[in-house]
């Protein structure tokens, strides 16, 4: 198995760790490559790749959407999202899938099973690809009320009329969001405020927040970041962001390998792995 990522930049990823063992954990032969290109490099590794016998890449900032032109096909996702981190190469065709919204659900369910039942209201703070991808999948998850809450108020409301069909979902400023945190069963921060080193940031307060909702910030350096220390001190509960990026590896290696493997086993030694950074 010829396995990749492609992106900038990409020197610290920890999808190569994740991409290894699972090839170790399958007793599949092959290796995970980074291919870090600037933008004027891109579509010269594009063609190499597609020359080369690579089984399957993944797709990281800054091209998850530039990478769709050299396509051959897309799956639902993908095409609705209008972005790509997962491709597979079959026969010489590159088919581009997008495992990011569906990664988020599974880690989300694999550590409260109750959580996401249909009448939750949800929030989602941050309007870039992270917000547009959890928003579909939440939608695809039979959830009705998903608000969302960006700085740039017009952005969160373009996520919702881009994505909702039928729309009863509201786009609100942070102010607006922090000062109706109570109605929410679920807060999902999606931004990069908080990410090392400025991890004092935080982008809303949440001193409203209603008892067991849960707090998601999908930043994973720190694993505990501001918002979630603070979630923690309001008796919330917490979901780190290190289980979407290990659950969409996982989903893009079953579209590659065909093989499924268990998160709940894999979560304990990536933990450690991130603490020992
Ligand atoms: P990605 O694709 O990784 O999700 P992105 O497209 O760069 O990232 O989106 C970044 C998101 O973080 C946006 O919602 C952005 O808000 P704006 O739309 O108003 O730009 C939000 N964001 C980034 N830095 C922020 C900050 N300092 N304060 C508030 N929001 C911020």
């Known amino acids: 198995m010829q396995l990749g990522l492609i992106g900038y930049p990409i020197a610290h990823s920890l999808s190569p760790w994740i991409h290894n063992r699972l090839l170790d954990q399958h007793g599949l032969e092959g290796e995970y490559q980074l291919y870090e290109c600037n933008a004027e490099q891109f579509p010269y590794q594009m063609e190499k790749l597609k020359s080369s016998k690579i089984n399957g890449f993944n797709v990281t900032v800054p091209y998850k959407e530039k990478v769709i032109p050299y396509l051959d096909g897309l799956d639902e996702a993908a095409k609705f999202l209008g972005a790509v981190n997962t491709v597979k190469v079959d026969d010489g065709r590159l088919i581009g899938y997008n495992t990011d919204g569906q990664g988020y659900v599974a880690s989300l369910l694999n550590r409260y099973d109750d959580a996401l039942k249909p009448f939750d209201k949800v929030l989602i703070l941050g309007s870039g690809g992270a917000a547009r991808g959890i928003f579909y999948a939440l939608l695809k998850q039979g959830i009705k009320k998903v608000d969302v809450a960006n700085r740039t108020v017009e952005k969160a409301q373009q996520v919702i009329e881009d994505l909702q069909v039928q729309s009863t979902s509201e ?99 990536f933990e450690e792995k991130l603490k020992g950074e």
Do not use: C
């Open 171 to 269: 786009a609100l400023s942070l102010q607006k969001a922090e000062e109706n945190l109570s109605q929410y069963d679920h807060i999902i921060q999606t931004t990069s405020v908080g990410m090392a080193p400025e991890i004092n940031r935080k982008l809303i307060s949440l001193t409203d927040i209603g008892p067991n909702t849960i707090v998601s910030d999908i930043v994973y350096r720190p694993m505990k970041t501001s918002l979630l220390k603070e979630a923690e001190r309001q008796g919330a509960r917490l979901h780190y962001g290190h289980g979407m990026l290990l659950n969409q590896a996982i989903l893009a290696f079953e579209i590659w390998t065909g093989k499924s493997t268990n998160a709940s086993e894999m979560l304990k030694a």
